[in-house]
């Protein structure tokens, strides 16, 4: 079987491959033989079909009653009050994550319980921040991201996905060490790792996690 994949050349010794967003991506050397490069997408065939299976189904979030919810890497089930209050909240009882709402619908909901995220990530990245780089000067933007975590511009500007308040204390502390590291170092050669490395010894274990429960962190 023959697999179309999109090709980025760098300045790397080896070829590797990854789905993305249920794309192909080889990432190979810059004067990698394009044979060679096609028999190494072809040797992974089996692991390409499984993945490229995996991706397609993709969870979608209902916002019903008892549906469950990350928040600190702790789940929560959505528990839907019909109130006549004015404005919307989103609040937190037991093991429940609480919407007080005059409106249940699912496109309502979405917005109110994201807007509740992004509230929360917004508040402990800019603790972070002002924990580890006191003197930071540039914006911090929260954005909804399929598949990305964070960012960091060429004017150190900080953007970080509105889901990463689902994740555990430890994984939102890593991926905001991760980007401060960018300032100093912008693409991920092993200078930008040890720096992350000097700031969090595991943070192995984090980039794990995120990709173990992924699926799991949707809104």
């Not at 007080?100 to 699912?106: E, F, G, N, P």
Request: net charge positive.
């Amino acid at each position: 079987m023959n697999f179309s994949y999109k090709l980025i050349r760098s300045r790397r010794r080896s070829i590797c491959l990854l789905i993305k967003e249920g794309e192909i991506v080889v990432r190979a050397p810059r004067l990698a033989p394009k044979i060679i490069i096609d028999r190494f997408v072809l040797s992974k065939g089996d692991w390409i079909n499984k993945h490229l299976k995996k991706s397609s189904v993709r969870f979608k979030r209902q916002y019903k009653e008892g549906e469950s919810f990350l928040f600190s890497g702790k789940e929560y089930q959505l528990k839907i009050i019909k109130t006549n209050l004015k404005s919307p909240e989103i609040r937190f009882n037991k093991n429940d994550l609480v919407a007080l709402t005059y409106d249940s619908s699912k496109g309502f909901l979405k917005i109110q319980i994201e807007k509740f995220y992004r509230a929360k990530t917004q508040n402990t990245v800019q603790k972070l921040i002002k924990k580890y780089e006191p003197n930071f000067s540039g914006k911090v933007t929260i954005r909804s991201y399929r598949s990305k975590w964070g960012s960091c511009s060429g004017k150190n500007d900080l953007t970080f996905n509105t889901k990463l308040s689902m994740t555990p204390d430890a994984v939102i502390e890593y991926v905001v060490l991760h980007e401060l590291s960018h300032i100093k170092e912008k693409n991920h050669s092993k200078r930008f790792w040890a720096l992350v490395k000097s700031s969090d010894e595991k943070y192995n274990e984090k980039r794990r996690w995120l990709r173990q429960n992924n699926d799991k962190l949707a809104l």
